[in-house]
């Protein structure tokens, strides 16, 4: 029990901070725009009070974990109120919400680039040495490195290559978790569904049909998250290797390096 409310703080921690960063972005880019609504009521901003779903953000993440193949690496926030009648001249309604829309997704690639940058300034060589010898890929390598299972199970091994220390140990489990969970909400939120911001690149007529069916849609997402966790974790993982192969490839000496 102990141990399942640690890795629940493990997730909620990562998760309401990153779906913070994800709404701020929403209501920065509408204000750029021209926009104020968001900021008028209070979601220009990075708290997490102003942001937090009961359902989105807390339960459906915690379900997800505990339930036998769901997917604990996806969640929402409230959605931020948007006004696209009131972006500036210039920019049409259609194209301001597809670019407000975007910004939710791009802030969470954009903090697993740093994350995954900072993962491969500081264990590089341990990623790599768990990626080569298992062999898996280097994505799936850092995931393992921030389990606690794996950790304890090769412990004497891992302190051949100089890690191991409680730093360390912390580092990895909170920095390959918010590199996952934030690869796995911007894949969740690309998908093409109502309400998620994906469904903003879809010609305005068929998001006005789908609207009819939000509840039907809804209902599909929640089975979606607790039933196709394995083919959402490799699309996830798959993304995490482009990521990590990047930095590894300047920093870390690349697969096989």
């Avoid at 009521?41 to 102003?50: E, I, M, Q, V, Y």
């Avoid at 500036?88 to 791009?106: C, E, N, S, V």
């Amino acid at each position: 029990m102990e141990e399942t409310i640690r890795n629940i703080i493990l997730l909620l921690v990562p998760m309401i901070l990153s779906l913070s960063v994800h709404e701020w972005a929403h209501a920065w880019v509408a204000y750029r725009l021209g926009d104020d609504t968001a900021a008028r009521r209070g979601r220009l901003t990075l708290n997490p009070a102003s942001h937090i779903d009961p359902i989105g953000t807390l339960l459906i993440p915690v379900v997800g974990a505990l339930t036998p193949g769901g997917f604990s690496l996806i969640g929402w926030a409230k959605p931020v109120p948007v006004s696209p009648h009131r972006f500036r001249r210039g920019i049409t309604m259609h194209k301001g919400m597809i670019l407000t829309a975007l910004a939710g997704p791009l802030s969470n690639v954009i903090i697993a680039l740093v994350v995954g940058l900072l993962a491969v300034l500081i264990m590089g060589d341990v990623i790599a040495i768990i990626q080569r010898s298992l062999p898996i890929g280097p994505a799936q390598a850092f995931f393992m490195l921030g389990n606690t299972d794996f950790l304890s199970q090769n412990s004497a091994a891992l302190a051949t290559v100089g890690f191991g220390s409680k730093l360390q140990v912390v580092s990895a489990v909170l920095l390959s978790r918010m590199f996952l969970l934030n690869i796995g909400l911007a894949v969740f939120n690309m998908l093409p569904l109502p309400p998620l911001d994906g469904s903003r690149l879809l010609p305005a007529s068929v998001q006005q049909r789908a609207v009819q069916y939000h509840m039907f849609i809804f209902i599909g997402l929640l089975v979606l998250i607790n039933t196709a966790g394995r083919y959402l974790s490799m699309i996830v993982f798959g993304a995490g290797d482009f990521l990590l192969n990047i930095w590894l490839l300047l920093f870390g000496g690349g697969i096989g390096g």
